[in-house]
């Protein structure tokens, strides 16, 4: 992913010697949180003189629980980071501290006052520089996010010597439109082109023995529909997939792919509607899997979501003896998960955990 270090939105944030904000906007599945993620880990090769300057950054989620989602938690994480790196930061919290200590009281840092340190950044005595990396904005805490994109803002716009670069990525959200319609915006979708034609290369041609000739006729149709959406191109080559190990003619391909719904909402509707023609038992697994895992404060592993699968149901009296209890239990309830749970939910292996 070569474009976004020689885009000329990206150029004229990077080189300024003065604060800006950078907006990356990207629907729903266009690869925010990746290209973010690609972002920050090759961004001080790409950029030498942040080597000697302060990298902090915060990826929102609102499906990691409420910690992820809550912006005094953003702060904090921000606020520690910079002074981490730059102690000479600590000057800005000296008089908040002080302010709310209280003798002989637990001592935790309100949100009011977390605000105030951040923004003081900008009037930092000394010539330093930096860098906030802010993702995944539109899943924070809808109650009080515009108060922090104008926090973010303002901060951007600072004109003293200390210079703060600020990367937000975000779905399109109403507050972003309002607060930063004069902001430079990125939009993701416009240039991952060359992006989803390589993926969805990696999933046709391995997989397909088709000719080249109807393979890149397939890539075409994708890429010309995708709108740069890359779970949409998952799902198609996924559904395809299926449909060309059976055997089909170019005719029944190109009947097959332009049944398929171009927007990711008529698409998830199909699965849905495929998770209810399933078998009975499945449509009662799966229908008590999102229970769980839609309606917890945090992810749920999948040895809690084995167990709970053992219970009969949420509102039944359950008092079972430990032989009948394991003989409802699932073997392979991974497996099960994933069948069950069509494309809505997947397992993170590194945490073992479900997520919608």
């Given at each position: 992913?070569?474009?976004?270090?020689?885009?000329?939105?990206?150029?004229?944030?990077?080189?300024?010697?003065?604060?800006?904000?950078?907006?990356i906007e990207g629907k729903p599945g266009s690869g925010?949180?990746?290209?973010?993620?690609?972002?920050?880990?090759?961004?001080?090769?790409?950029?030498?003189?942040?080597?000697?300057?302060?990298?902090?950054?915060?990826?929102?989620?609102?499906?990691?629980?409420?910690?992820?989602?809550?912006?005094?938690?953003?702060?904090?994480?921000?606020?520690?980071?910079?002074?981490?790196?730059?102690?000479?930061?600590?000057?800005?919290?000296?008089?908040?501290?002080?302010?709310?200590?209280?003798?002989?009281?637990?001592?935790?840092?309100?949100?009011?006052?977390?605000?105030?340190?951040?923004?003081?950044?900008?009037?930092?005595?000394?010539?330093?520089?930096?860098?906030?990396?802010?993702?995944?904005?539109?899943?924070?805490?809808?109650a009080t996010r515009n108060n922090i994109i104008q926090?973010?803002?303002?901060?951007?716009?600072?004109?003293?010597?200390?210079?703060?670069?600020?990367?937000?990525?975000?779905?399109?959200?109403?507050?972003?439109?309002?607060?930063?319609?004069?902001?430079?915006?990125?939009?993701?979708?416009?240039?991952?082109?060359?992006?989803?034609?390589?993926?969805?290369?990696?999933?046709?041609?391995?997989?397909?023995?088709?000719?080249?000739?109807?393979?890149?006729?397939?890539?075409?149709?994708?890429?010309?529909?995708?709108?740069?959406?890359?779970?949409?191109?998952?799902?198609?080559?996924?559904?395809?997939?299926?449909?060309?190990?059976?055997?089909?003619?170019?005719?029944?391909?190109?009947?097959?792919?332009?049944?398929?719904?171009?927007?990711?909402?008529?698409?998830?509707?199909?699965?849905?509607?495929?998770?209810?023609?399933?078998?009975?038992?499945?449509?009662?697994?799966?229908?008590?899997?999102?229970?769980?895992?839609?309606?917890?404060?945090?992810?749920?592993?999948?040895?809690?979501?084995?167990?709970?699968?053992?219970?009969?149901?949420?509102?039944?009296?359950?008092?079972?003896?430990?032989?009948?209890?394991?003989?409802?239990?699932?073997?392979?309830?991974?497996?099960?998960?994933?069948?069950?749970?069509?494309?809505?939910?997947?397992?993170?292996?590194?945490?073992?955990?479900?997520?919608?």
């Open positions: 992913m070569q474009w976004p270090w020689a885009h000329e939105k990206y150029l004229a944030w990077s080189t300024k010697d003065t604060s800006d904000l950078l907006l925010k949180s990746t290209f973010t993620k690609y972002f920050k880990r090759n961004f001080l090769e790409r950029v030498p003189l942040a080597r000697q300057s302060v990298l902090a950054s915060f990826f929102y989620s609102n499906r990691e629980g409420e910690l992820q989602s809550d912006h005094s938690n953003m702060l904090r994480s921000i606020l520690y980071d910079v002074l981490k790196q730059n102690e000479t930061f600590f000057y800005h919290f000296q008089i908040h501290y002080r302010n709310a200590l209280k003798p002989g009281k637990y001592f935790e840092w309100d949100y009011d006052s977390l605000k105030k340190i951040l923004r003081s950044f900008g009037d930092h005595p000394a010539e330093e520089r930096i860098y906030l990396i802010v993702d995944a904005m539109d899943e924070s805490n809808d926090l973010l803002y303002r901060l951007g716009s600072t004109k003293k010597c200390c210079i703060v670069k600020i990367f937000v990525a975000s779905r399109p959200i109403a507050e972003m439109n309002q607060t930063l319609s004069e902001t430079p915006t990125i939009k993701l979708q416009d240039m991952n082109g060359p992006d989803i034609e390589k993926f969805a290369m990696s999933f046709l041609g391995p997989n397909l023995n088709l000719p080249q000739e109807i393979l890149r006729d397939i890539t075409e149709y994708i890429v010309n529909n995708a709108d740069g959406v890359f779970v949409w191109v998952y799902l198609v080559t996924e559904e395809f997939g299926k449909y060309a190990k059976t055997g089909c003619t170019r005719k029944e391909i190109f009947e097959f792919l332009t049944s398929l719904p171009i927007e990711l909402e008529g698409f998830y509707k199909r699965i849905l509607d495929k998770l209810e023609n399933n078998d009975q038992r499945d449509v009662r697994v799966a229908a008590k899997i999102f229970q769980f895992v839609l309606f917890t404060f945090r992810p749920l592993s999948v040895p809690e979501i084995h167990h709970a699968l053992a219970i009969p149901g949420i509102h039944v009296e359950f008092s079972p003896t430990d032989e009948s209890f394991y003989n409802e239990l699932i073997h392979g309830i991974k497996g099960r998960i994933v069948h069950c749970g069509g494309n809505f939910l997947e397992i993170k292996e590194e945490s073992s955990s479900v997520f919608p």
